[in-house]
């Protein structure tokens, strides 16, 4: 944040031409960080890294590295920085040390004498110590890129600039390479800015990351805040039937043994459930993946995206356009446990906000008789074991009678958004009815804002043709609401409530009957 | 920068390749000559050919003579399309510059470098025709050991080896401007056989209007115009008139095209 940050741009700018390459990028990257640098193929992530290192001139704006001016005092700093600009490049007819050698040569900074030792070390720490005199290019392309991590060690810098740097390497050496960029910045301070797609590469990383999309820096902030806990619990319990009565209006998803329930202390959760002799097999916090972050981040319409190459940007554009295969797709962050393919992520921003809600929603009692008319014609399995053990919560006692013979937890579901199996044909009246959570998200997935301010539109009255509208335009995050309502469905009408697996189906089933 | 963009020039196998392959034509010629013992009449053919026969001494000059037209500009275009394209092309342009090289530093390391191997495939050549053609040829004793120069003066060996040094200077002199006009067009393009095929393409070009009667007002202009006036190097006295203009022209085309290469190489996004 000082005058001395390791990498600070200024408005940075560049056009070829009509098309705006970088369009404004004001990137701070303090000594000592580990940044990752993210974006689609083509959002101007390379064009930045090149002016970064003076290869590519600025149409506006200033670029300042280790406190010096690119281009204009790139020589004075430009040798404490190491470099790793897309593909790794050297000379095919001579060997590794040959090549180190003429690099280190062909700038300052670098001293003969020191030369060797330093040669030696640098093709010792990325694992290229016994390669002898072998020319390049009989190397493997993990070997280039290993070449090319040490071309950039060299020196010692104070600052690394990687451009994938793991590319090519199989999975031990993407372990390696992340174990020495992190021991870098821990024993000697190097700062590290890390320009990737894999967002899993970055996730395991980086402290910091900006987010680029068609060339504007959408998100800039430390990867500890952009995945905070939402304010929610996942948690697998066998007892889910249970669970579902004792968590009462907390619970705001349910999908087979997978609850997600709003609750500020996970701890007290846990104390809660086990107090109620409901098993838990797994207990997390939720957090938003990196993925779900950056998705949330980027539009990359999909014109734009189509054009550019292979890689990760194929699935991408697919995910930014195209609602819910995208989102039945497992994520790729680690924390969300994998079973279920529930998209996880739009929850969360309605949870910090609309935590009361459901609450107030729920006590009118008329609400929820209509469901439990429509229990009898219940399938009865669902239902009928968890009817014993369920009595106890007190908050449910009412509920409970209008459907005497019939189970209680079916009534627990439709606060949740949950429709009855017949409601496919009358949809409307029970999700007319339910309470917030449902519109709630919607509105949220129009705006496809990350923190899901907008509660204007959730409309509890009506969110129906909220949906149906709701999903036309692609902003990722409309579908989540879709699902909401009609998930519940298969879960009663199929009696093994660990179905998850046909949830997608299900869903697009009724979605299309929906929107029919 | 200049040691290292000669020692990756002398440790490149193909930098050898061209130079014994250009040494080799006038060998060859040597080796012909020598066994049929047939030389042009005086006059026609390549300079100096009619008269090795009597005085291997000559030979040198000869030998420039043969590879002047093709055989040298070819070369020093390939090697000077390779200089900045090359690099571009194999992806190490960016690292050098990043290393930070600094842009007109690359440029004069590679025009030197450029002209070093102009140098070594000259030298090369005189040396080896110099043995080649004492030894086939002798070394004139019939006429005293004294040359006929072109104009039919005698010429005592010192002034032979001297002129056959300025000769030596005056040809890879005359190379620069093929040499800048390759070296511009790499940096335009990231690929060196491109440069070098452009390169040709003004050569040829040049050659051609020389013998066009219609192109005689821009003849004094072209490149190729004063190539081959290193002979009057060997009258006697010497003929200044072409060799001055000679160097004059190529100047201005060096000046030209590398302050056209520096202008378009500092400013250039490094895209490659």
Redesign the interface.
């Known amino acids: 944040m000082t005058g001395t940050a390791a990498i600070r741009t200024v408005g940075l700018t560049k056009r070829y031409g009509s098309v705006t390459a970088v369009d404004g990028i004001e990137l701070d990257v303090p000594p000592g960080d580990i940044y990752g640098f993210l974006g689609p193929n083509g959002s101007g992530k390379t064009t930045t890294v090149r002016m970064l290192l003076g290869l590519v001139l600025p149409t506006a704006g200033t670029v300042e590295v280790l406190g010096a001016r690119i281009p204009k005092h790139a020589r004075s700093v430009l040798y404490r920085v190491g470099a790793l600009v897309e593909a790794p490049a050297a000379y095919g007819h001579l060997g590794a040390r040959a090549n180190l050698s003429i690099m280190d040569a062909a700038g300052p900074g670098g001293s003969r004498r020191t030369r060797r030792a330093r040669i030696d070390q640098a093709l010792e720490q990325v694992g290229l110590a016994g390669v002898g005199r072998r020319p390049v290019k009989a190397y493997s392309l993990g070997m280039r890129q290993r070449l090319g991590i040490a071309a950039a060690l060299l020196r010692k810098p104070d600052l690394l600039i990687l451009d994938e740097p793991t590319n090519g390497l199989d999975p031990r050496g993407i372990q390696e390479i992340r174990q020495l960029l992190l021991d870098l910045n821990a024993s000697a301070g190097t700062t590290i800015f890390l320009s990737s797609h894999l967002l899993s590469e970055v996730e395991h990383l980086c402290r910091r990351i900006g987010v680029v999309d068609r060339g504007r820096l959408v998100l800039q902030d430390s990867l500890a805040a952009l995945r905070a806990p939402t304010g929610s619990v996942v948690l697998r319990t066998p007892d889910p039937e249970w669970a579902v009565g004792v968590l009462d209006g907390d619970l705001r998803e349910r999908s087979g043994d997978r609850l997600v329930v709003r609750a500020a202390d996970p701890a007290e959760l846990n104390a809660r459930l086990v107090g109620h002799g409901i098993r838990i097999i797994e207990l997390t916090e939720e957090r938003r993946t990196l993925e779900e972050v950056v998705l949330a981040a980027t539009t990359g319409s999909a014109d734009r995206v189509d054009g550019a190459v292979p890689s990760t940007t194929g699935p991408r554009a697919e995910v930014l356009s195209n609602d819910d295969s995208a989102w039945d797709r497992p994520p790729a962050g680690p924390p969300v446990p994998l079973p279920t393919r529930r998209p996880t992520a739009p929850p969360h921003w309605q949870a910090t906000r609309d935590t009361p809600e459901p609450a107030s929603d729920w006590q009118p009692l008329p609400t929820w008789t209509k469901p439990a008319q429509g229990a009898p014609d219940d399938p009865a399995p669902v239902t009928a074991e968890p009817g014993a053990g369920w009595a106890p919560p007190p908050t449910w006692a009412e509920p409970a009678q209008p459907a005497p013979p019939d189970s209680t937890p079916v009534p627990a579901e439709p606060g949740l958004g949950w429709q009855p199996p017949q409601n496919r044909t009358e949809p409307a009246q029970p999700a007319a009815d339910d309470p917030a959570p449902i519109p709630a998200e919607p509105g949220l997935g129009r705006k496809a804002s990350p923190d899901g301010a907008e509660p204007a539109l959730p409309a509890p009255g009506d969110p129906e043709p909220g949906l149906v509208s709701g999903w036309e335009p692609p902003p990722s995050r409309t579908e989540p609401a879709q699902r909401e309502p009609a998930d519940p469905g298969p879960t009663p009408s199929e009696p093994g409530p660990s179905e998850a697996g046909q949830a997608g189906s299900d869903q697009s089933e009724a979605r299309s009957e929906e929107s029919a | 920068?200049i040691?290292?963009e000669l020692?990756?020039m002398l440790?490149?196998?193909r930098t050898w390749v061209v130079i014994a392959l250009i040494d080799a034509l006038p060998t060859l010629v040597a080796f012909l000559l020598a066994l049929t013992d047939v030389g042009p009449r005086p006059g026609t053919g390549p300079a100096f050919l009619s008269a090795v026969l009597n005085n291997g001494v000559l030979f040198p000059a000869a030998a420039l003579a043969i590879v002047l037209p093709l055989f040298l500009p070819v070369s020093v275009a390939i090697v000077s399309g390779d200089s900045i394209a090359g690099e571009a092309q194999?992806?190490?342009l960016?690292?050098?510059?990043?290393?930070?090289?600094?842009r007109t530093r690359l440029l004069v390391a590679k025009l030197i470098t450029v002209l070093v191997f102009v140098a070594m495939a000259v030298v090369v050549v005189v040396v080896t025709a110099y043995f080649v053609g004492t030894s086939l040829f002798g070394t004139g004793q019939l006429l005293g050991g004294n040359i006929v120069s072109v104009s039919g003066e005698p010429l005592t060996p010192q002034q032979a080896v001297l002129r056959t040094l300025l000769a030596m200077a005056y040809v890879a002199f005359s190379m620069l401007g093929v040499a800048a006009m390759a070296v511009f067009l790499s940096t335009l393009t990231d690929s060196p056989l491109a440069a070098a095929m452009g390169a040709l393409a003004f050569l040829v070009a040049s050659s051609l209007l020389l013998t066009l009667d219609a192109a005689d007002s821009i003849r004094p202009y072209l490149p190729t115009r004063y190539w081959l006036a290193f002979v009057d190097l060997f009258r006697q006295p010497i003929l200044w008139r072409d060799i001055v203009r000679g160097v004059g022209l190529q100047a201005l085309y060096v000046a030209v095209l590398l302050g056209a290469a520096w202008a378009n190489f500092t400013?250039k996004?490094?895209?490659s």
């Open positions: 920068m040691g290292v020692v990756k440790r490149r196998p194999a992806g190490t960016r690292y050098l510059l990043a290393r930070p090289a600094g400013t996004d490094i895209k």
